[in-house]
């Protein structure tokens, strides 16, 4: 009996390293065959949300601290690969980026960019732009590498991405990806879900992800929905395209 309590924890030990063992091939598994692992268990492939905006337009804030930041509180994120594209009502001219609200948007499009390439993880980045577009207008740009500690980023490494060739780059590309929108946008935000746009109506947001997704058991929140209303305020003015100041 002594002995039996004696390797007791030992036991434990053991069994939660098998856990783990198991677990760690599972992940492994699912990184580097994922064609294999779809075509055994026929996953319902998960609904692409793409979010066009710039870092200082009220309705864009609106919309982060607002329906997004519900949509990972409802369960609705369970369902669907979440992109923001950080440029909106940007444009080149004369072989420089002018944004809509100035340089300083321009700047912090750059590190909302910078963070979302470095740390991939939605829930990371998000956290970050969520807490960015929860500060003042006037005031992200002094702030948000608050929001970047308080997260434990690399505030330094991002300030120098922005400012750097990588931020370059990055803008670049959400310029292609934002200019090859088809049909282009009008205004910003900028919401599709599986590519098509919501154009004005961003209150069917969540009812759009619910009809898009194909799995047969869809989160509790899309039978709650059904036909109520959502919760996006319907009176705002969109940030229409075209307006560069
Ligand atoms: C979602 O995006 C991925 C990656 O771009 C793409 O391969 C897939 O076809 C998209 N799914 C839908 C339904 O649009």
């Known amino acids: 009996m002594a002995t039996m309590l004696h ?6 030990i053991i069994s939660l390293f098998l856990q783990c063992a198991g677990a760690q091939a599972r992940l492994s598994a699912k990184l580097f065959e994922p064609s294999v692992l779809l075509s055994k268990s026929s996953t319902p492939s998960l609904v692409n949300v793409t979010l066009y905006e710039e870092a200082l337009c009220p309705d864009c ?13 409802n369960g609705l994120s369970a369902i669907t690969t979440l992109t923001i594209i950080p440029y909106g009502n ?3 001219i004369g072989g420089s980026i002018r944004c809509q609200h100035g340089p300083d948007e321009c700047t912090l499009d750059r590190i909302e960019a910078c963070v979302i390439d470095f740390y991939p993880d939605t ?4 956290s970050f732009i969520s807490c960015v577009e929860q500060q003042p207008a006037a005031s992200r740009l002094e702030l948000w590498p608050q929001c970047g500690v308080a ?28 200019e090859s929108l088809d049909p282009p946008h009008r205004f910003v935000p900028w919401v ?28 509790e929140t899309c039978a709650r929905l059904d036909g109520a209303a959502g919760t996006y305020p319907s009176s705002r003015n969109l940030q229409l395209w075209g307006h560069v100041e």
């Open 7 to 12: 390797i007791f924890p030992y036991l434990i």
């Open 192 to 219: 599709t879900v599986d590519g098509a746009p919501l154009y004005e109506d961003l209150d069917s947001f969540f009812e759009r992800i619910c009809e898009a997704y194909k799995g047969t058991e869809k989160p």
């Open 90 to 92: 940007a444009k080149l």
């Open 123 to 126: 829930h990371s980045w998000f």
């Open 151 to 178: 997260l434990g980023l690399d505030v330094i490494g991002i300030q120098n991405c922005a400012d750097g060739e990588k931020g370059a780059e990055l803008e670049a590309r959400n310029r292609k990806l934002t």
């Open 61 to 73: 804030a609106e919309f982060i601290t607002g329906p997004l930041t519900q949509m990972f509180q």
